[in-house]
């Protein structure tokens, strides 16, 4: 009778045994599965990353030339210098246009947020690259509206108001109406709103730029933090 029992004892605790090796192989195994989904990941992203960086830089960077360019541009109206009307042309044409971050989430979207379950384990690192898709790029975002809508729109209809028009490579007004570029934009840097608006948008570039300086640093230190989870992980 007890070489029965402990003979059932034993089958019970290999049963077990068995149960509880499969459910650690089990978890081991999506465990495994989950950290090659956040290299993926992480690698993804740090490369998206890499990419956005190199494009604020430049956006700052065209922001600084336009900067430049706006100064000589207020020095021409004050009399302190004095344009050529090509370089004149060429710099209010540059005022309508401008440099801003366009982003690819889908990565995040994808491999990340929509996963459906926790990708990333550590949550520093969860939390610098949702910070960056959820809360810098969107603010970038309020940035592009205000550059589109406050500067160069504004600028243009202000250029457009006060007579201004611009002459293209494909097309010369100039030559085509027989009218005077020079006179033109004589008469068009003599107009307050004109002037007034070049001068805002002169200061109001300040900001944008600090933002974008400010986003960069985010993303710098963004990529920081991946470079050193992956090397230590």
Known sequence: MNKLLARGGIEIIAVFIGISGGLWSEKQIELNKTIKAEKVALKSIRDEFVSDSTSLFNIVKS????????????KHISGDTTLSITKLNALIFDMMYFAYLTYDNSVYEGLIKGAGRKIIQEDSVSSAISSIYESTYKHLGNMFDM??????????????????????????????????????????????????????????????????EWALGKVVVAIGIIDNYLENS
Do not use: C, P, W
């Not at 922001?63 to 207020?74: A, D, G, K």
């Not at 006060?162 to 009218?179: A, C």
């Open 63 to 74: 922001i600084e030339n336009e900067q430049e360019n706006i100064s000589n541009l207020l």
């Open 147 to 212: 550059q589109k809508d406050m500067i160069a729109t504004r600028t243009f209809d202000a250029f457009i108001e006060s007579g201004g028009y611009l002459d293209t490579k494909r097309f010369s007004i100039s030559k085509s109406l027989n009218l005077s570029q020079e006179e033109m934009f004589s008469e068009a840097l003599r107009k307050k709103k004109f002037v007034n608006q070049i001068s805002f948008h002169y200061d109001t570039n300040f900001f944008i730029k600090k933002q974008y």
